[in-house]
């Protein structure tokens, strides 16, 4: 099938607006006052998967990263290189189960969001030594992580639900025609 080389941009150009919507909100929510490990960018990395080609998907989650990392300082290149493949490994795991959007896929979607994250990103402490490289360091590094990975599902669920809840309650309005009343 032939694409047209308006239709090609156009679709581009969407995917290019989305992506850098979805960075601007996630760099502008996380400047807000938050709880540590109580953050934006997985609900991002969720609707980008949702709603993005998965070639894409990983850019907003990203420049959102390093948009804020380079507002607030960067820090250790292997501890960044840890959290970025953990960001963008977060944010593909989830393109499955958001394939079609509903309460159980967003919040399957929130959980293994942040288990991936989880998984990945603690692996920096063990290679920064920081823990021992023994099953014992692992499992302490991991345990010590918990309360992180409960924060991280605690926020994929509050701020990924509200957003996919937002965007429905908007579709059923402009479906009611009833979101932009017309005025003569």
């Known amino acids: 099938m032939a694409v047209d080389g308006a239709g090609f941009m156009n ?10 919507s979805l960075t601007l909100a996630g760099v502008a929510s996380h400047a ?17 998967a949702a709603y993005l080609p998965k070639r894409y998907a ?3 989650v990203l420049a959102t990263v390093a948009i804020v990392d380079a507002m607030s300082g960067f820090y250790a290149l292997l501890a960044m290189s840890f959290v970025y493949l953990a960001h963008g ?4 795991s989830v393109s499955k189960p958001l394939v079609s959007i509903g309460v159980r896929s967003v919040g399957v979607a929130a ?6 994250f989880y998984l990945v990103s603690n692996l920096t402490p063990i290679a920064m030594g920081c823990y021992p490289n023994t099953a014992e360091g692992w499992l302490a590094c991991y345990v010590a992580g918990l309360p992180f990975l409960l924060k991280g599902i605690l ?3 509050i701020y990924g639900g509200a957003a996919f809840g937002l965007i429905a309650l908007l579709e059923k309005l402009d479906a009611h025609r ?4 017309q005025r003569d």
């Open 11 to 20: 679709q581009h150009a969407k995917y290019g607006a989305l992506a850098a």
């Open 32 to 48: 807000l006052p938050h709880v540590m490990g109580v953050s934006t960018v997985g609900a991002v990395g969720m609707l980008a």
């Open 58 to 60: 990983c850019i907003p």
């Open 89 to 92: 490994l977060a944010t593909l």
């Open 111 to 116: 959980v293994v969001n942040a288990v991936v």
């Open 155 to 157: 926020a994929n669920v």
């Open 178 to 181: 009833i979101l932009a009343p």
